[in-house]
């Protein structure tokens, strides 16, 4: 790894340098290793293969070869997608386009990713927010030869490899420029437009055979004998030839790829140095890297005057010249938007705005975007919790009005993942109506019903605010006081019979009430109503009862089946690998039992965040995993994101400083910390002792001082 790079950064440590983008990349973890802007469009990278779901990034560094290296990337996400256009430089004759490479090679570095392909290549490359440069260098000067593969994609299985480019239009303009478009469809239907060019122009183009299927071109173009790199670009756009293009002119217009890479670093750096702490190498390669995991997306798809293909298939202009899709928002409204809100408010408001123009085209918010189109991945409409914590937190450029406007229609207005007649009807889904997921699709839309609530009492809409707070509360309609659990309910108001309060959900294979989970999972999912739940489970001592057997009970049931595998990090029924969990922790701090939150965060910290590849213990999901982290480290989390409220834990590091827009700066900073001094004795914010156990949104962006002071003492912390 490059870590001794500095790059010409002199007078900041180059905090680059703590990055390790293979952790992750074991296991579960999907991450992808290789190179990206902050937010950007393009990522070229190794794929070591495309067709199952181990391979969502088209990565896993288990694989002791590549099948090349495609052009843009998703980021610790559950399902599969992109991968377009495929590039793998070789020697010789033609095998079987797997190329075996050197893992202890690989430098991995912010911006910059290079590996040596056993073969006799040595691959580079780097990236602008549209544009990837590569530079291949041969061993083997007289057999210069590139395969180009326009088939290629991360879909879900082999027999997608064949048909999923529905069309193609290649055009070899010149033996130095190939453009054209892809329509491909796995995840979702995209149109893919490109430019390819090259540092010299190619002297054979030899096509390899298709299946009748397959649409996209696949071929071998050889140059010339020269011990020199060859240089390649690719440009993609949503929009058109002519926007890739652009994009080619006003991001890298010549060859030179150490600027290109000093550029990349440098947009790097700026941003992760807004973080600065004390702690071990082991601490800050945990810190930097999942601050790393964060900045990967969302991703601008607009182009460089600001154009993007919209969900309806036509050609719009981004809102303030930009537009960002990959919103995984069941996943990163807990915690990763809330970390964006605090440190880089400048990205939040074209955020909003792009999910804000998304829902004025297609008629709700988005649930989980990718390329400007619709997933459908997922439940609830978490765009809405996003929005209103930005408007809630005075983000600059919110538009408020066209933000409740888009709020209150997506919580209205039925469309296929939310069936409001039903739900206004019964107070809940029934699972003989919603046959999959009905507790948890009633879990998550009472959570959006109440941030609607809020934001519509601070815009003064009270018609509208008590009617969204009153559905906020049916969640209590599947409260069963038998098992202290939310259980599914007809529609005739019978309980589900039998009830397995083990048994885990999926509604893609495994079908059940719950999504990714449990009754015991989903039970803790009332964020904003935490007080009544312990109300419901008979005050403090029974809560905490029942929490404790939450992290207990190691119990697997006999009828889980199917794909569950993000239900992974497992202390007893707590599942950290998913996110529905990740607030639960911070739930003893309701009940005044802070140190059983203390204890298990210690517990988390050592058990699932490790800076290995198999260090995760799920998939990061474009970042939420690692946001979790970055809060969690500073010793408060935002159970309910748009409460304006953080939740007090315990930090994991010695100091964390965030610099704030404005040139102010916030410290979290944990005194006597230590393996054995887990627990924390007070807290005092800007000199001040704590009262209770939360500190405001206000509190850390007006900047200060947060002070832990440490001991191996449970149950000092008095609030």
Not at 229 to 238: D, E
Request: negative net charge; contains cysteine.
């Amino acid at each position: 790894m490059a870590l001794a790079l500095v790059l010409g950064c002199t007078k900041k440590e180059d905090v680059c340098a703590y990055v390790d983008a293979l952790v992750g990349t074991a296991d579960n973890g999907h991450t992808f290793p290789g190179a990206c802007v902050p937010f950007g469009l393009v990522q070229p990278g190794p794929d070591s293969g495309n067709d199952e779901w181990k391979y969502c990034s088209g990565f896993n560094i288990a694989d002791d070869s590549l099948i090349g290296f495609s052009q843009n990337h998703l980021n610790g996400t559950g399902c599969q997608d992109l991968g377009d256009i495929l590039l793998l430089p070789f020697s010789g004759e033609p095998g079987s386009f797997r190329a075996p490479y050197d893992k202890a090679s690989q430098e991995v570095f912010p911006g910059y990713y290079a590996v040596k392909l056993l073969g006799g290549v040595q691959a580079r490359m780097t990236a602008t927010e549209r544009v990837a440069q590569y530079q291949f260098q041969y061993d083997d000067a007289s057999s210069r030869r590139l395969l180009v593969n326009f088939q290629n994609g991360i879909v879900f299985t082999p027999e997608n490899l064949l048909k999923h480019v529905l069309k193609a239009d290649i055009r070899y303009e010149d033996c130095s420029t190939i453009s054209g478009s892809l329509k491909v469809k796995n995840w979702v239907t995209r149109d893919v437009f490109f430019v390819l060019k090259f540092s010299e122009p190619y002297l054979i183009k030899d096509n390899l055979p298709l299946s009748p299927e397959e649409k996209g071109d696949k071929v071998i173009l050889s140059f010339g004998a020269k011990n020199v790199p060859l240089g390649v670009k690719v440009a993609l756009s949503s929009v058109s030839v002519e926007g890739a293009k652009a994009s080619i002119e006003a991001e890298i217009p010549g060859w030179d790829f150490e600027k290109t890479r000093q550029a990349a670093h440098d947009k790097w750096h700026a941003l992760l140095s807004k973080v600065s702490m004390e702690g071990s190498t082991d601490e800050k390669k945990n810190v930097y890297t999942s601050l790393y995991h964060l900045y990967i997306q969302p991703n601008i798809i607009s182009d460089t005057d600001g154009k993007y293909r919209g969900i309806d298939g036509n050609v719009h202009d981004g809102p303030g010249g930009e537009f960002y899709s990959t919103f995984s928002l069941w996943d990163t409204y807990r915690a990763a938007h809330p970390f964006y809100t605090i440190l880089n408010p400048d990205k939040v408001g074209p955020f909003v705005s792009s999910l804000i123009e998304q829902c004025s085209v297609q008629g709700f918010l988005p649930i989980w975007p990718l390329w400007g189109q619709e997933t459908y991945a997922m439940i609830g409409n978490h765009a809405v919790p996003v929005l209103v914590e930005a408007c809630l937190k005075g983000v600059e450029g919110v538009d408020k009005e066209a933000a409740y406007a888009a709020v209150k229609q997506s919580l209205t207005s039925s469309h296929r993942k939310s069936d409001w007649e039903i739900y206004d009807k019964y107070g809940y889904y029934p699972f003989d109506l919603v046959e999959v997921e009905s507790v948890s699709r009633t879990m998550e839309s009472c959570y959006d019903d109440y941030c609607a609530s809020l934001l519509a009492g601070a815009l003064g809409k009270q018609e509208d605010s008590v009617f969204f707070a009153r559905r906020s509360k049916n969640w209590l309609n599947l409260f069963d006081p038998s098992s202290s659990l939310v259980r599914g309910k007809d529609s005739k108001g019978q309980w589900r019979t039998p009830f397995d309060k083990f048994r885990l959900s999926h509604a893609a294979t495994a079908g059940g009430d719950y999504t990714e989970g449990n009754a015991w999972q989903y039970t803790w999912h009332v964020q904003q109503a935490p007080e009544k739940l312990i109300e419901l489970m008979c005050g403090d001592a029974s809560f905490e009862t029942k929490l404790d057997s939450l992290f207990f009970l190691d119990v697997v049931s006999d009828a889980n089946s199917g794909f569950v595998d993000d239900v992974t990090g497992l202390i007893g029924q707590y599942a950290h690998g998913n996110e529905p969990s990740h607030h639960v922790v911070y739930l003893y701090e309701y009940a005044n039992r802070p140190w059983k939150t203390e204890a298990l965060v210690r517990e988390v910290f050592d058990r699932f965040y490790r800076p290995l590849p198999d260090g995760l213990c799920g998939n990061d999901d474009c970042g939420q995993m690692s946001a979790w982290y970055l809060f969690s480290a500073m010793g408060f989390y935002p159970v309910d994101p748009v409460s304006c409220a953080y939740v007090i834990g315990a930090p994991q590091i010695p100091s964390m400083t965030l610099s704030l827009p404005g040139g102010r700066s916030f410290t979290s900073r944990a005194l006597n910390l230590s393996p054995s001094n887990k627990y924390v004795k007070k807290v005092s914010l800007n000199g001040v002792p704590l009262k209770g156990f939360t500190i405001s949104h206000a509190d850390i962006v007006s900047g200060g001082e947060l002070v832990f002071e440490m001991t191996d003492d449970p149950g000092q912390r008095q609030y």
